[in-house]
């Protein structure tokens, strides 16, 4: 039952520091506005992605604090009811086409992605540089139109109010969304010719780091899904310069039609938001762990089983909207099968750190963050899915707590966790460490007050999007406002510490972690072209045990067939 | 103004309905499974994390690679416990969805920002809703303009309004009180204000609030816009008629031109009124003008959406012999019936 390894994992040799990495190479605005390098792009996105995410934040900052008193008298608030509707609409298409959707892949996929399967860069260096350009300026243009007096449609642009109700800048709204989904299917593109053309010698697919694959699924959502979402927004757009009846019933048109389109993208983007976070965490776990990720085939497929089945769950969004009985039945059933691969995930994680060398590290307390908050996100989404109890919970806040979940508490504690992890290798030095597992720790505490409050008010009954309210929530809408501002001093405390450590980080070498993947290879910073010599890979990605023998637990090994099958696979080539 | 008005506290929202026991009964079953495997799963990464923590840079870790039989074990344990859910989920919804046939009917039209009530004796209200205690009530919506959603927490009762169709829901309260009415989907500038309140009675408590606040019932006052809007001068109800007769029609199967056979429900009726082009009955020739935007009255504050509810409640009320003769109470309109100011009764 057991196979030695001839490679027993060693630490690596250090390479000499080299003189030239990938940021003193050139200097001045030319270097960086023109570059094709995507390690230098994906710098470019971070910077936009954290002016996005602060500007995202304000907004949330304006909402909360508005609904700390129940504003029932006209024109009491801090906010009126107007400009209440402008900041959630704001909020949440910053955060969620401007933060979520390109964070992990376009910052830490930009850089690592090339880095992990070995090659010098993506496949399609200028189109990378022309994502950023078109995602800046889809944002400029969105963000124009909000300090124009923006919009108050919500994220989702429901017809007809969007199409012939609201009284704000809809369409400017809408065409910087539909050029910012360009810059994200230039990224998908770029990652699956990437991932299928470049990979090193002997880098077979199931050989891949988890990461890799999360973004090989992401990408392909992301080249399905975007285009429709693009169309709707179109065809709204058209319907309210036009007046052509779409999605108007009174033009002869069906709101639902609207929906349907919409959630078709955004039932997706979901997995595009999530994926890539659940890819970062199983780097980590394994990382600081140190030990090999637990069923890496059930991890990598559950991946492609969430892209897959995450298209057919979308109609879960509209059982109350008059959709037909058995099409919301079909939808719900659906919408569990989506949660199996989910729950396969949580599990290999956990049994990953089963006789590990768990080094509690600020990556890995956020990862383990990422797990404890993602975990009760999905289980909130099982109570969504069961229709009849979907019909006394949606639209209300149990349903702003459960995506705050997945999101929030999903997607940005696995991008902290991946910062975190890199942020020696993009930089060359090292965070302030205690300062790194505070900030987790305050994150992971003024999440849980910020949004655990949310799922009481939302089965009391409290609609979202809601200016006012009965005094009734008051008590509830004050804890989870006095959450969020512990919330905030976590988000702000990472980027005060992990700008200073710029210049007073301890230098970090090129793998401060003792880590197995490619990336690590090299020195950190990284040269121009990442590798002096292109690696040669002939083991599994996460080879961290000491010893080359195969312990069984729990009885059969899936890993040793597919590693024959490899094994013949690269001895054939 | 203090900042607390008063100190008002609730963790569990209010039960007052036959679906909020059973939807209840379903989100403590929920609660449970997840609790116990979320539990499970914290417990067990927090033992591993403090047993297994890193002593020394030099810990040596095993190869484990991964388990057939536990993989299959957490794929198709929950893939079970998931199919309890979905199984009990639906059959909870299927109880909401069908709607009984002995029930209580009312319209709502939701319009920013407002819920307009009409019963069918008469009685109109708005962010009101008068209702009996222990009788099933069905509500048939729709919307003039965007979508909303009508939603009683304590009912667990939540339906979308949408506007160009009709959509139904029931409930029974079980309990007498005054419950909260929101508007759940997002319809604009005050959408937080688009609330009101749904009052439980006592059924002789009920019956004397039909009688205190009795008005012509949306038949009655359907047979007036029947009248006032000309529709009386084709449909004639005899032989002479140049549009079939609508005597019995309601619940009919219908033969169009095309040969399609469809039911003359409510929203058939709606159409025809709307697009009568799109459902031309066999026999008879495409000659009734569209009535969209001549139905609404800005002067009585009637929307066009409550006086089609009025036309089809009087179409559904009328029997054999009952066609009104034109001349009757209501002359002919001198001009557009929509913009005339004499056309009030």
Same mark, same amino acid.
């Given at each position: 039952?057991?196979?030695?390894?001839?490679?027993?994992?060693?630490?690596?040799?250090?390479?000499?520091?080299?003189?030239?990495?990938?940021?003193?190479?050139? &200097?001045?605005?030319?270097?960086?506005?023109?570059?094709?390098?995507?390690?230098?792009?994906?710098?470019?996105?971070?910077?936009?992605?954290? /002016?996005?995410?602060?500007?995202?934040?304000?907004?949330?900052?304006?909402?909360?604090?508005?609904?700390?008193?129940?504003?029932?008298?006209?024109?009491?608030?801090?906010?009126?009811?107007?400009?209440?509707?402008?900041?959630?609409?704001?909020?949440?298409? $910053?955060?969620?086409?401007?933060?979520?959707?390109?964070?992990?892949?376009?910052?830490?996929?930009?850089?690592?992605?090339?880095?992990?399967?070995?090659?010098?860069?993506?496949?399609?260096?200028?189109?990378?540089?022309?994502?950023?350009y078109v995602y800046v300026s889809g944002a400029v243009i969105t963000f124009w139109a909000m300090l124009r007096g923006g919009t108050d449609t919500g994220w989702t642009f429901y017809t007809p109010f969007s199409t012939k109700a609201?009284?704000?800048?809809?369409?400017?709204?809408?065409?910087?969304?539909?050029?910012?989904?360009?810059?994200?299917?230039?990224?998908?593109?770029?990652?699956?010719?990437?991932?299928?053309?470049?990979?090193?010698?002997?880098?077979?697919?199931?050989?891949?780091?988890?990461?890799?694959?999360?973004?090989?699924?992401?990408?392909? $959502?992301?080249?399905?899904?975007?285009?429709?979402?693009?169309?709707?927004?179109?065809?709204?757009?058209?319907?309210?310069?036009?007046?052509?009846?779409?999605?108007?019933?009174? /033009?002869?048109?069906?709101?639902?039609?609207?929906?349907?389109?919409?959630?078709?993208?955004?039932?997706?983007?979901?997995?595009?938001?999530?994926?890539?976070?659940?890819?970062?965490?199983?780097?980590?776990?394994?990382?600081?762990?140190?030990?090999?990720?637990?069923?890496?085939? &059930?991890?990598?497929?559950?991946?492609?089983?969430?892209?897959?089945?995450?298209?057919?769950?979308?109609?879960?969004?509209?059982?109350?909207?008059?959709?037909?009985?058995?099409?919301?039945?079909?939808?719900?059933?659906?919408?569990?099968?989506?949660?199996?691969?989910?729950?396969?995930?949580?599990?290999?994680?956990?049994?990953?750190?089963?006789?590990?060398?768990?080094?509690?590290?600020?990556?890995?307390?956020?990862?383990?963050?990422?797990?404890?908050?993602?975990?009760?996100?999905?289980?909130?989404?099982?109570?969504?899915?069961?229709?009849?109890?979907?019909?006394?919970?949606?639209?209300?806040?149990?349903?702003?707590?459960?995506?705050?979940? $997945?999101?929030?508490?999903?997607?940005?504690?696995?991008?902290?966790?991946?910062?975190?992890?890199?942020?020696?290798?993009?930089?060359?030095?090292?965070?302030?460490?205690?300062?790194?597992?505070?900030?987790?720790?305050?994150?992971?505490?003024?999440?849980?007050?910020?949004?655990?409050?949310?799922?009481?008010?939302?089965? /009391?009954?409290?609609?979202?999007?809601?200016?006012?309210?009965?005094?009734?929530?008051?008590?509830?809408?004050?804890?989870?406002?006095?959450?969020?501002?512990i919330l905030a001093v976590g988000y702000v405390l990472p980027l005060v510490y992990l700008i200073w450590s710029l210049g007073y980080g301890k230098k970090a070498g090129p793998n401060p972690w003792g880590a197995t993947g490619l990336?690590?290879?090299?020195?950190?910073?990284?040269?121009?072209?990442?590798?002096?010599?292109?690696?040669?890979?002939?083991?599994?990605?996460?080879?961290?045990?000491?010893?080359?023998?195969?312990?069984?637990?729990?009885?059969?090994?899936?890993?040793?067939?597919?590693?024959?099958?490899?094994?013949?696979?690269?001895?054939?080539? | 103004?203090?900042?607390?008005?008063?100190?008002?506290?609730? +963790?569990?929202?209010?039960?007052?309905?036959?679906?909020? *026991?059973?939807?209840?009964?379903?989100?403590?079953?929920?609660?449970?499974?997840?609790?116990?495997?979320?539990?499970?799963?914290?417990?067990?990464?927090?033992?591993?994390a403090v047993k297994y923590r890193r002593r020394s840079e030099h810990d040596r870790t095993p190869r484990i690679l991964g388990s057939l039989r536990l993989e299959l074990i957490w794929t198709i344990g929950p893939f079970i416990i998931?199919?309890?859910?979905?199984?009990?989920?639906?059959?909870?919804?299927?109880?909401?969805?069908?709607?009984?046939?002995?029930?209580?009917?009312?319209?709502?039209?939701?319009?920013?920002?407002?819920?307009?009530?009409?019963?069918?004796?008469?009685?109109?209200?708005?962010?009101?809703?008068?209702?009996?205690?222990?009788?099933?009530?069905?509500?048939? +919506?729709?919307?003039?303009?965007?979508?909303?959603?009508?939603?009683?927490?304590?009912?667990?009762?939540?339906?979308?309004?949408?506007?160009?169709?009709?959509?139904?829901?029931?409930?029974?309260?079980?309990?007498?009180?005054?419950?909260?009415?929101?508007?759940? *989907?997002?319809?604009?500038?005050?959408?937080?204000?688009?609330?009101?309140?749904?009052?439980?009675?006592?059924?002789?408590?009920?019956?004397?609030?039909?009688?205190?606040?009795?008005?012509?019932?949306?038949?009655?006052?359907?047979?007036?816009?029947?009248?006032?809007?000309?529709?009386?001068?084709?449909?004639?109800?005899?032989?002479?008629?140049?549009?079939?007769?609508? *005597?019995?029609?309601?619940?009919?199967?219908?033969?169009?031109?095309?040969?399609?056979?469809?039911?003359?429900?409510?929203?058939?009726?709606?159409?025809?009124?709307?697009?009568?082009?799109?459902?031309?009955?066999?026999?008879?020739?495409?000659?009734?003008?569209?009535?969209?935007?001549?139905?609404?009255?800005?002067?009585?504050?009637?929307?066009?959406?409550?006086?089609?509810?009025?036309?089809?409640?009087?179409?559904?009320?009328?029997?054999?012999?009952?066609?009104?003769?034109?001349?009757?109470?209501?002359?002919?309109?001198?001009?557009?019936?929509?913009?005339?100011?004499?056309?009030?009764?």
């Amino acid at each position: 039952m057991s196979t030695v390894l001839e490679h027993v994992p060693q630490a690596v040799p250090p390479p000499a520091q080299p003189q030239v990495h990938y940021l003193n190479v050139a &200097f001045g605005v030319r270097s960086w506005l023109l570059t094709t390098d995507h390690k230098r792009i994906a710098l470019l996105y971070l910077v936009s992605v954290t /002016l996005m995410f602060f500007i995202g934040g304000a907004a949330a900052t304006l909402i909360r604090l508005h609904l700390m008193t129940p504003n029932q008298a006209p024109g009491s608030g801090l906010l009126t009811a107007d400009n209440y509707n402008r900041m959630f609409t704001m909020h949440g298409l $910053i955060m969620i086409f401007f933060f979520l959707v390109p964070v992990i892949p376009a910052v830490l996929g930009n850089f690592f992605l090339p880095m992990m399967i070995g090659a010098r860069d993506l496949a399609f260096p200028r189109l990378n540089l022309l994502s950023w350009y078109v995602y800046v300026s889809g944002a400029v243009i969105t963000f124009w139109a909000m300090l124009r007096g923006g919009t108050d449609t919500g994220w989702t642009f429901y017809t007809p109010f969007s199409t012939k109700a609201s009284h704000s800048l809809v369409v400017p709204v809408l065409i910087g969304l539909t050029i910012a989904g360009f810059s994200s299917l230039f990224t998908g593109l770029n990652f699956v010719v990437t991932v299928h053309l470049m990979r090193a010698p002997g880098l077979t697919w199931f050989r891949l780091p988890l990461f890799v694959w999360s973004l090989y699924a992401t990408s392909v $959502i992301i080249l399905l899904a975007t285009p429709v979402l693009a169309m709707a927004l179109v065809l709204v757009a058209v319907e309210r310069l036009w007046g052509v009846g779409i999605f108007d019933p009174a /033009l002869g048109g069906d709101p639902l039609l609207f929906q349907h389109l919409f959630w078709f993208y955004s039932h997706p983007a979901v997995y595009i938001m999530v994926l890539p976070g659940m890819g970062v965490v199983s780097e980590v776990i394994t990382c600081f762990a140190r030990k090999n990720i637990f069923g890496y085939t &059930f991890v990598a497929f559950a991946s492609i089983g969430i892209a897959v089945l995450g298209f057919l769950v979308w109609a879960h969004h509209m059982f109350l909207a008059g959709m037909s009985v058995y099409a919301s039945l079909v939808f719900s059933a659906l919408s569990y099968f989506v949660a199996v691969p989910s729950a396969i995930k949580v599990f290999n994680w956990t049994a990953t750190l089963y006789k590990g060398s768990v080094w509690l590290q600020t990556p890995l307390l956020f990862a383990l963050g990422f797990i404890g908050l993602f975990t009760i996100g999905g289980m909130t989404g099982l109570f969504l899915a069961a229709v009849g109890l979907d019909v006394h919970v949606h639209d209300t806040y149990f349903v702003v707590a459960h995506f705050h979940f $997945i999101m929030v508490g999903g997607t940005v504690m696995a991008y902290m966790a991946g910062l975190h992890y890199w942020w020696p290798k993009m930089s060359g030095r090292m965070y302030p460490e205690g300062w790194g597992k505070l900030a987790a720790l305050i994150v992971f505490v003024g999440f849980i007050l910020t949004f655990l409050p949310q799922f009481v008010l939302g089965y /009391l009954g409290m609609p979202r999007r809601y200016a006012s309210y009965v005094p009734e929530f008051q008590v509830l809408n004050v804890m989870s406002s006095a959450g969020a501002s512990i919330l905030a001093v976590g988000y702000v405390l990472p980027l005060v510490y992990l700008i200073w450590s710029l210049g007073y980080g301890k230098k970090a070498g090129p793998n401060p972690w003792g880590a197995t993947g490619l990336e690590w290879q090299t020195p950190s910073p990284p040269p121009p072209e990442n590798f002096a010599v292109t690696p040669v890979v002939d083991r599994g990605p996460y080879e961290y045990a000491s010893s080359g023998e195969i312990e069984v637990i729990g009885g059969g090994v899936p890993e040793q067939a597919a590693q024959a099958a490899v094994q013949e696979e690269s001895h054939g080539r | 103004m203090p900042v607390f008005a008063q100190i008002q506290f609730q +963790l569990f929202p209010e039960r007052a309905s036959t679906t909020a *026991e059973r939807v209840d009964a379903l989100f403590f079953f929920l609660t449970a499974v997840t609790g116990v495997m979320g539990l499970l799963v914290t417990t067990l990464i927090i033992y591993f994390a403090v047993k297994y923590r890193r002593r020394s840079e030099h810990d040596r870790t095993p190869r484990i690679l991964g388990s057939l039989r536990l993989e299959l074990i957490w794929t198709i344990g929950p893939f079970i416990i998931f199919l309890i859910m979905f199984v009990w989920g639906a059959s909870v919804y299927l109880a909401i969805a069908q709607t009984p046939d002995d029930a209580i009917e009312i319209y709502v039209v939701g319009k920013q920002w407002m819920w307009k009530v009409q019963h069918l004796d008469g009685q109109r209200e708005i962010n009101e809703l008068h209702v009996p205690v222990g009788r099933r009530v069905k509500l048939t +919506l729709t919307s003039e303009d965007v979508i909303h959603s009508f939603f009683v927490p304590a009912f667990r009762t939540k339906i979308d309004a949408v506007p160009g169709r009709y959509v139904q829901t029931w409930f029974e309260a079980t309990k007498t009180g005054r419950f909260h009415l929101f508007c759940a *989907e997002y319809c604009g500038t005050y959408h937080s204000g688009m609330i009101g309140s749904v009052h439980v009675l006592e059924e002789e408590e009920y019956h004397a609030w039909l009688d205190r606040r009795a008005e012509g019932s949306p038949a009655l006052e359907g047979r007036k816009l029947f009248l006032k809007l000309q529709c009386v001068s084709c449909h004639t109800g005899d032989a002479q008629g140049r549009a079939p007769s609508l *005597e019995g029609l309601f619940g009919r199967t219908v033969v169009l031109q095309d040969g399609r056979r469809v039911t003359a429900d409510a929203s058939y009726i709606r159409r025809s009124i709307l697009r009568p082009q799109a459902d031309v009955v066999a026999g008879w020739q495409p000659i009734m003008p569209s009535y969209d935007r001549l139905l609404a009255d800005e002067k009585e504050g009637l929307g066009q959406e409550e006086a089609i509810i009025r036309l089809i409640a009087y179409i559904r009320s009328l029997d054999r012999d009952q066609t009104p003769v034109r001349t009757e109470d209501f002359p002919p309109p001198e001009v557009n019936p929509a913009t005339s100011d004499k056309m009030t009764r």
